[in-house]
């Protein structure tokens, strides 16, 4: 079992930026995958961004060159720098973890950004 939990929400204006924080606990040494999703009012859950044990790290089309991710495995967190936010990145923000072939996710913050 996997326990996530995300900080870092808010609004901010176009041009803003933010970071998202997320910590985990439990079988955090059993973790695959490591990353962030969105979901807008309406649409589907998407990736954002997520780092693969072995360093290896995946990004949307539509984030690349905006947001970072990172981990810092001394303190069980995976961050979201977001820098230069569009009002379409606007969407609730989660944070995901899989232990093969099990998903855990966090309870979701909100990101809003104001044109």
């Known amino acids: 079992q996997v326990q996530l939990v995300e900080s870092g929400g808010g609004l901010v204006q176009a041009g803003g930026s933010l970071r998202l924080s997320c910590a985990a606990s439990?079988?955090?040494?059993?973790?695959?995958?490591m990353g962030w999703y969105r979901q807008a009012p309406g649409k589907q859950r998407e990736l954002v961004a997520v780092?693969?044990?072995?360093?290896?790290?995946n990004y949307a089309d539509s984030v690349k060159g905006r947001f970072t991710i990172s981990r810092d495995n001394a303190k069980n967190t995976v961050y979201l720098q977001m820098n230069s936010l569009k009002p379409e990145d606007t969407a609730v923000f989660y944070c995901?973890?899989?232990?093969?072939?099990?998903?855990?996710w966090g309870q979701g913050t909100q990101v809003t950004v104001s044109s």
């Open positions: 995901y973890a899989r232990i093969g072939l099990r998903q855990y």
């Open positions: 439990g079988s955090i040494f059993s973790i695959n995958v």
């Open positions: 780092i693969i044990n072995g360093g290896s790290i």
